[in-house]
């Protein structure tokens, strides 16, 4: 996370997950949306808002495409 840190410093960025996750969460299947826009607060960042639609999220939270990062797959 350092890198983050260094990278999104001030900053608000989304992280793309690849596609839309399941998980189970004390016995009920719950769908994650795919993409999930972070902002800086004090001296971290936090998730404001998670959806399924990056052009949306993008428009509404102003971040350029240089600042959507793609989680990797392992």
Request: proline share 3%; aromatic share 10%.
């Amino acid at each position: 996370m350092d890198r983050w840190d260094e990278e999104f410093r001030g900053q608000v960025f989304v992280t793309d997950l690849g596609g839309s996750r399941e998980v189970e969460v004390e016995g009920v299947k719950t769908a994650l949306n795919r993409y999930a826009v972070w902002i800086p607060e004090k001296d971290r960042h936090r998730i404001v808002e998670v959806g399924a639609d990056l052009d949306l999220l993008r428009w509404k939270y102003h971040i350029p495409l240089r600042r959507v990062c793609a989680l990797a797959r392992g």
